[in-house]
């Protein structure tokens, strides 16, 4: 007679038991780790030094109340699930760094948000749910995402077909995020066309890509779609502003705003070179200021390029030129100087028609109090005249075999030419000057104003009339010349 099997001691699970066991010391390490706290020889936990994360990650947004500059499409969304007017797919497009791909996660969030007496899709996230950390962290069996600019072909799309077809395993909606979409083959979108029109109740879409236009209109129709815009001046020096109260750095705002000038509305990139940043110029206590910000990102010193513009003006191209090497020798890239001339011109335009342009956070103090005085001192021809030559001037720059010449040589034309008078002006003298093919005075080469007082001296100034805050030594020396003469 066979003996009857012996009862399995404490020691041996059987195969339900040892599974609950292995989740629930999977779920207490997950717990320990994030609290930071790993076993030690002992027995206890001690304190884990937590990895380094970038700046772009540590702070990247895990709710709509993180997400800045984007409150247009918020309340677009908490009406939408207010109402339960949900869609079945949503096209999240913009320049880089704008939050797609993290917007297209928190949706996932929103969608399968489960806490509390709250178990139904909604972006009011007050804590962590059931599935909102697996969620964060890309891992959720539910959440599929896909960088489409490595998986392009219709076998791609295929499988995302086939396995849409099953319901999710955990969560309430089977999510797929598809990055970069624009990259999809011509096959692959329309092998994802019926699926997209009539997808599961329990399927949902989300597409992110920076190049819209690529995307078929037969795809756009069937998405909801969502512009993320550029981060406003003043909202990203706010936000960088508050990172580095965080991270417990000292900064000055001017370098805020030279960063948040040189990020150009993308937040991942204002991050990254705030990183950078702390790594130069911020170690042992030291506060980062504007000239470690604009050394590391080779710009020149915005003080010297007000000076520059002046001396243009001015028609002291000695001191243009001199201007012009130091700041090469200072680490200026010659194409760079010429787009912040233009950027200057740019701004000194915008204060003539809209004084309030004085109030942009990303100008400096010099640059709000000098650009006011050349605003009243330029006239617009003279404005919009050296924005078309230094706009000129950079693509030659940049083909020229040497830039700094290039470069020397933009700046002896827009000083030539700073005060030529608009071709109005010149048929209006060749109409004052008699008979047809006479020959244009001398005077053409600089404008007549309108008051003999105030006219410019021989070869004159580009500006009609000078301030006094605006004098330079070259204008108060009578020596001097301020203005080459036209050959």
């Known amino acids: 007679m066979s003996s009857l099997p012996e009862s399995p001691q404490p020691d041996d699970a059987g195969p339900s038991e040892g599974l609950g066991k292995l989740f629930a010391d999977q779920d207490r390490h997950e717990q320990e780790a994030l609290a930071g706290l790993v076993p030690q020889a002992g027995g206890g936990p001690v304190a884990k030094a937590e990895p380094y994360r970038v700046l772009a990650r540590k702070y990247r947004p895990s709710s709509f109340e993180d997400l800045i500059g984007q409150g247009a499409m918020v309340r677009t969304l ?29 949706l996932a969030r929103a969608f399968n948000y489960k806490h509390g007496s709250i178990d139904r899709p909604s972006i009011r996230m007050e804590g962590h749910g059931e599935h909102c950390q697996a969620i964060i962290e890309s891992r959720h069996v539910d959440v599929i995402e896909m960088d489409a600019a490595s998986h392009t072909g219709i076998d791609d799309v295929r499988e995302i077909i086939d396995s849409a077809r099953y ?24 092998g994802l066309l019926k699926t997209l029109e009539e997808p599961p109740d329990h399927v949902k879409f989300l597409f992110a890509t920076t190049e819209i236009e690529k995307v078929p209109i037969t795809v756009r129709s069937r998405c909801q779609r969502f512009d993320l815009r550029r981060i406003e001046p003043p909202v990203m020096v706010a936000h960088l502003a508050r990172i580095c109260a965080r991270e417990n750095v000292p900064v000055e705002e001017e370098a805020l705003a030279v960063i948040a000038r040189a990020a150009e509305g993308s937040v991942r990139d204002a991050l990254s070179l705030l990183d950078q940043a702390i790594a130069l110029g911020a170690g ?204």
């Open 167 to 190: 319901r999710p395993v955990m969560a309430r909606t089977k999510i797929y995020i598809i990055d970069e979409v624009h990259m999809l083959s011509k096959q692959a979108f329309n």
């Open 284 to 487: 042992a206590g030291r506060t980062l200021d504007a000239a470690t910000l604009r050394a590391m990102l080779g710009l020149a010193d915005r003080a010297r390029i007000i000076d520059l513009f002046e001396q243009l003006m001015r028609g002291d191209m000695a001191g243009a030129l001199g201007t012009m090497k130091e700041l090469h020798d200072a680490g200026g890239e010659p194409g760079q100087v010429l787009a912040d001339l233009a950027d200057f011109v740019h701004f000194v335009t915008r204060l003539k028609l809209v004084p309030a342009a004085a109030d942009d956070p990303t100008a400096s103090p010099d640059e709000r109090v000098r650009g006011k005085l050349f605003a009243k001192a330029l006239s617009m021809a003279v404005l919009t005249r050296a924005w078309q030559l230094l706009l000129k001037g950079l693509s030659e720059v940049k083909e020229a075999p040497r830039p700094p010449a290039a470069a020397d040589m933009v700046l002896v034309r827009l000083a030539y030419a700073a005060d030529l008078p608009a071709p109005d002006e010149v048929l209006r003298r060749l109409g004052q000057g008699g008979a047809a093919g006479r020959t244009i005075p001398r005077a053409m080469a600089a404008p007549v104003a309108d008051d003999p007082a105030a006219a410019p001296a021989s070869g004159g100034s580009a500006m009609t009339g000078p301030s006094p805050a605006l004098r330079s030594p070259v204008m108060q020396d009578p020596q001097a010349s301020t203005r080459p003469s036209p050959s």
């Open 78 to 106: 908490s009406n939408a699930f207010d109402l339960e007017r949900i869609h079945q797919a949503y096209m999240l497009t913009g320049v880089r760094g704008v939050g797609k791909t993290t917007t297209a996660r928190i």
